[in-house]
């Protein structure tokens, strides 16, 4: 499983030369084996953008995740118990979001990959980022 972080979400949809050719060639792979997914605080997040207008995505926010979510049948990961008690810890991450703490526990958690250009996630032991 590769997972998408909400940057690569957007890039991937709206600007895809924003995109590194690894993180493309990755996309690329996983959308054909049918294995992309996305953390469900990611599709909160690009509601926040789209709201407070820092994100245009020439429609509205609710039809804009639909069609990201359809273009490459992305499966849409659900906060567990097991990833928000995780998350929660001190020491798991030294990051303060906590959509990205919630991302890195989950990509954890489902022993996947992540796509995302976040340096400060690389400080998180064992998560696997392509970039």
Avoid: Y
Wanted: charged fraction near 20%; include cysteine; aromatic fraction near 4%.
């Amino acid at each position: 499983m590769l997972i998408l972080d909400t940057c690569a979400l957007v890039f991937d949809a709206l600007d895809p030369d924003r995109l590194s050719k690894k993180a493309t060639a990755a996309i690329a792979q996983a959308d054909a084996a049918g294995r992309l997914a996305c953390c469900d605080i990611s599709l909160w997040e690009i509601a926040m953008l789209v709201a407070k207008g820092r994100l245009d995505p020439g429609t509205n926010a609710q039809e804009f995740i639909q069609l990201i979510l359809a273009a490459r049948k992305i499966v849409v990961i659900p906060i567990t118990p097991e990833i928000a008690v995780k998350s929660a810890l001190a020491e798991f991450c030294p990051h303060g979001d906590p959509a990205d703490r919630i991302i890195a526990a989950s990509t954890l958690i489902h022993k996947a990959k992540l796509v995302t250009s976040d340096h400060n996630l690389a400080t998180v032991s064992g998560l696997q980022i392509i970039w």
